[in-house]
């Protein structure tokens, strides 16, 4: 071979692997999602805030971020299998939206950041070592529900009058959830001098059967914070109202599809606020090093339609007292 061609050739060959380099695309961050329920309809509300909070950030699906859902469908075990199918993906963040969510996130991957939505108690559920210093990869947005719920018991007996007690229905499919919340409920409760009747359901076809158990003189129930009862939030409605039971409810979209009342932060508001601990995180900060959120107020939500309709007159003190009333 002349020493000319050499040179060409070894031009080439230095410069072809540089041009094809040029061409490639830059990697488009992915961002997984744990969501509960049974697809991207039923989670619309709260999966449009995600996607407005990262555009108000500048991302954009398919340009530069990808969002890849998976959905649980109300069977806490397939969380397992999504967390296992994201982390195949190679996903730059895990979202987990509810306590068992990130239960399973925490079980699947110790080195993936994530980012919890709606869990009341992460430092009760040992997702994080304290609310200032989460200690690992997870770190996220409370709603503080369980810390919430003696407020509660107090408006539902401001409502109600006289009561002798109230049901409160938890999920034993969440157990963590289960217990701190009717711990807390219960504390309430003694110190009011009222009775409390635990109900259970899991699966929605319980539901009905559960409420259907509730005792003579008891008007009201309670419902503790779980993906389940946001679902079937309508029928719980209904059910309540058919019995004249007051509901105490714990997110604001619950009372506008037929719940009582409800004293609670904004989900969709936290949901939206994800995007900024997502958006740290794919800048390169680490989760031990963004402190929990916590919501900074409350609304008191109340259902007037409701009200007139299980024969509840609310007393204007509360009325005051109201944000936002749905009539």
């Known amino acids: 071979m002349r020493r000319r061609d050499f040179i060409v050739l070894?031009?080439?060959?230095?410069?072809?692997?540089?041009?094809?380099?040029?061409?490639?695309?830059p990697r488009v961050p992915a961002v997984g999602i744990l969501w509960h329920a049974g697809n991207a309809a039923e989670e619309a509300i709260f999966l449009t805030q995600i996607q407005q909070g990262l555009k108000d950030l500048g991302y954009e699906e398919g340009r530069n971020i990808t969002l890849i859902n998976t959905f649980a469908d109300e069977q806490?075990?397939?969380?397992?299998?999504?967390?296992?199918?994201?982390?195949?993906?190679?996903?730059?963040?895990?979202?987990?939206?509810?306590?068992?969510?990130?239960?399973?996130?925490?079980?699947?991957?110790?080195s993936i950041p994530t980012v919890f939505l709606l869990v009341p108690d992460p430092v009760a559920a040992k997702l994080v070592a304290s609310l200032a210093h989460p200690g690992g990869n997870l770190t996220g947005l409370s709603t503080l529900?369980?810390?919430?719920?003696?407020?509660?018991?107090?408006?539902?007996?401001?409502?109600?009058?006289?009561?002798?007690?109230?049901?409160?229905?938890?999920?034993p499919a969440d157990p963590v959830a289960a217990e701190d919340c009717t711990k807390q409920v219960r504390s309430a409760a003694d110190r009011l001098g009222m009775m409390?009747?635990?109900?259970?359901?899991?699966?929605?076809?319980?539901?009905?059967?559960?409420?259907?158990?509730i005792q003579e003189g008891i008007n009201g129930i309670m419902l503790m914070e779980d993906s389940l009862f946001f679902r079937e939030r309508k029928r719980?409605?209904?059910?309540?109202?058919?019995?004249?039971?007051?509901?105490?409810?714990?997110?604001?979209?619950?009372?506008?599809?037929?719940?009582?009342?409800?004293?609670?932060?904004?989900?969709?508001?936290?949901?939206?606020?994800?995007?900024?601990?997502?958006?740290?995180?794919?800048?390169?900060?680490?989760?031990?090093?963004?402190?929990?959120?916590?919501?900074?107020?409350?609304?008191?939500i109340l259902n007037l339609k409701t009200a007139k309709a299980i024969g509840l007159s609310v007393p204007p003190t509360i009325l005051a007292l109201a944000d936002q009333v749905v009539e």
């Open 10 to 25: 070894g031009g080439a060959a230095i410069s072809w692997p540089l041009a094809a380099q040029a061409q490639q695309k």
């Open 76 to 110: 806490y075990e397939r969380f397992k299998s999504n967390a296992a199918e994201l982390i195949r993906q190679k996903v730059d963040v895990i979202v987990a939206v509810t306590l068992p969510a990130a239960l399973a996130a925490q079980r699947a991957t110790r």
């Open 145 to 171: 529900n369980n810390d919430l719920q003696g407020r509660r018991v107090e408006l539902f007996k401001e409502i109600v009058g006289a009561s002798p007690g109230f049901a409160l229905m938890v999920n």
């Open 196 to 213: 409390v009747q635990l109900i259970e359901a899991s699966q929605p076809d319980q539901i009905e059967r559960g409420i259907s158990l």
């Open 236 to 300: 719980i409605a209904e059910l309540a109202t058919q019995r004249k039971l007051a509901t105490v409810v714990f997110a604001y979209p619950m009372v506008e599809d037929g719940g009582l009342m409800a004293y609670a932060a904004n989900p969709l508001a936290i949901c939206r606020r994800s995007a900024v601990y997502i958006d740290k995180i794919l800048k390169g900060a680490k989760p031990d090093e963004l402190p929990v959120e916590l919501p900074t107020g409350f609304d008191l």
